[in-house]
């Protein structure tokens, strides 16, 4: 699957966002070694730091899918603001990053952008 293919993807699991609260959908697909990909939405709660972000649910369904290396990660939001993952998100994907690396794709109101985590995340905590 291609980055554009990717997006839309993103852009589609953005559509099952739960934000009553910051009205601020995202969606997230990640692309993995195997080639299989897996989506995932943000979901908020009454209890606001209960929040799950879109990129953590993606990887949480990959490994829940036996998933263990992930090559890239699309994010979109249809308000078209900025949306490169936050702090949090950008460790738990550098957890699962490839070998080769691991591409972060966002489609904001400026274009597509292509990052790579370890230039969103350089020195990345690891035990
Ligand atoms: N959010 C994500 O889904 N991913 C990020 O990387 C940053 C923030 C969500 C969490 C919350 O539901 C909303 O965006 C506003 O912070």
Redesign the pocket.
Known sequence: MNYEELLECAEKASQN?Y?P??K???G?CVLCESGKTYTG????NASYGL???????AVGTAIANGERKIKAVA?F?PNMQN????G??RQVLSEFKSDSGLDVITKCADGIRVHSIDELLPETFVL
């Open positions: 966002a934000v609260y910051s601020f959908s995202v997230a939405c943000n979901f908020e929040t799950i972000c879109a990129e953590r649910n994010i939001s949306c490169t993952p936050c949090a998100c």
